[in-house]
C-alpha cells in the first residue's frame, strides 16, 4: 500500500524559504522508473506541477519557478524534500507530493499541507 | 493561465452522462497519449480517475471513460451519481520544458 505525506510550516514569511518534506512508504526511490514529484494548488484554483525527482536522481522542474526550487530525496529515509526560496504571498497554496513512474500519471497523492506566506 | 483549457463548469442531473472537454496544442494533448484525468473533491487530495487517455486504473467505476481527438481530450461520466460531483482536472505530458501540464479545472454539479 503506497502512501505520501507533507510535512512542513504552515506559516512562512514572504523573503523566507519554505522547506517541505515527503514522506513515504509502500515503495522505493531506488527501484528503477520510481519519482515523486511535487503539486501545489492555491486556495480555489487550478493544479500546478512544481518538480519531480527519479530513481536515479534525474530532477525536472517548472520552468517558470526552476530558479527557486530544489528537489531532493533520501532513499534511506523514504523522504523527498522540496525548498522554495524567496516566498511570496501568491505561493499560498495547498502543496502536494504524488508517486509516480517514467510515462505514468501521479496516482497516488499525499493529503497535502497548507502553507500560508505572510508577515 | 493554465496551459490547458477546460469549461470552468458543467452540470447534469442523476443519471445523465456528461462530457468535459480539455484542449491543449500538438505539444502535449496532440502529441502524445498521455492524457490523465483527476477528480478532486473539496479539501481532498486529486485521484486519479483516467491515464493514458482512455485507461481507468482499477477500482475507478466503468462510469468514467476517456477519449482523444486531435488536440481535445474528454473525459465522458454516464449515469451520473450525486458522489460525481468534484473538481475535475485533465492533465498531459509536454514536450516543453514543463514536462507537465493541467487544465484549469472543471466543477461538476449534479442537480
Known amino acids: 500500500q503506497i502512501t505520501l505525506k507533507e510535512s512542513g510550516p504552515t506559516l512562512v514569511k514572504p523573503t523566507q524559504t519554505l522547506t517541505l518534506t515527503c514522506t513515504f512508504s509502500?515503495?522505493?526511490?531506488?527501484?528503477?522508473?520510481?519519482?515523486v514529484g511535487w503539486i501545489r494548488q492555491p486556495p480555489g484554483k487550478a493544479l500546478e506541477w512544481l518538480a519531480l525527482?527519479?530513481?536515479?536522481?534525474?530532477?525536472r522542474y517548472s520552468p517558470s519557478l526552476k530558479s527557486r526550487l530544489t528537489i531532493t530525496k533520501d532513499t534511506s529515509k523514504n523522504q523527498v524534500v522540496l525548498t522554495m526560496t524567496n516566498m511570496d504571498p501568491v505561493d499560498t497554496a495547498t502543496y502536494y507530493c504524488a508517486h509516480r513512474r517514467i510515462a505514468a500519471p501521479f496516482d497516488y497523492w499525499g493529503q497535502g499541507t497548507l502553507v500560508t506566506v505572510s508577515s | 493561465q493554465s496551459a490547458l483549457t477546460q469549461p470552468a463548469s458543467v452540470s447534469g442531473s442523476p443519471g445523465q452522462s456528461i462530457t468535459i472537454s480539455c484542449t491543449g496544442t500538438?505539444?502535449?494533448?496532440?502529441?502524445?497519449?498521455?492524457v490523465s484525468w483527476y477528480q478532486q473533491h473539496p479539501g481532498k487530495a486529486p485521484k486519479l480517475m483516467i491515464y493514458d487517455v482512455s485507461n481507468r486504473p482499477s477500482g475507478v467505476s466503468n462510469r468514467f471513460s476517456g477519449s482523444k481527438s486531435g488536440n481535445t481530450a474528454s473525459l465522458t461520466i454516464s449515469g451520473l451519481q450525486a458522489e460525481d460531483e468534484a473538481d475535475y482536472y485533465c492533465s498531459s505530458y509536454t514536450s516543453s520544458s514543463t514536462l507537465e501540464v493541467f487544465g484549469g479545472g472543471t466543477k461538476l454539479t449534479v442537480l
Open positions: 500538438s505539444s502535449d494533448v496532440g502529441g502524445y497519449n498521455y
Open positions: 509502500g515503495f522505493s526511490l531506488s527501484t528503477s522508473g520510481v519519482g
Open positions: 525527482i527519479y530513481w536515479n536522481d534525474d530532477k
